[in-house]
């Protein structure tokens, strides 16, 4: 399955929440569990020698994670 099967995949089984304000299919989902607190949620991946080279030290890698 290539990424956006997995998502469709995701959609199709995945039960509506109500304090969901921005969910699957975005990059970043928003969940609001309270008034005024929101929850930003995001997965992503790196992959070696595409988004970073081999020989990063392993903070450079992280920081490159944070920043996507």
Not at 10 to 29: M, Y
Not at 44 to 60: K, M, T
């Amino acid at each position: 399955m290539n990424e956006i099967e997995i998502v469709d995949w995701l959609k199709n089984i995945a039960a509506p929440a109500p304090n969901l304000i921005l969910g699957i299919g975005h990059d970043c989902a928003v969940y609001r569990p309270n008034p005024g607190e929101d929850l930003l949620l995001k997965s992503d991946q790196l992959i070696e020698c595409v988004h970073f080279r081999s020989d990063l030290a392993p903070g450079a890698v992280g920081e490159r994670a944070l920043a996507r």
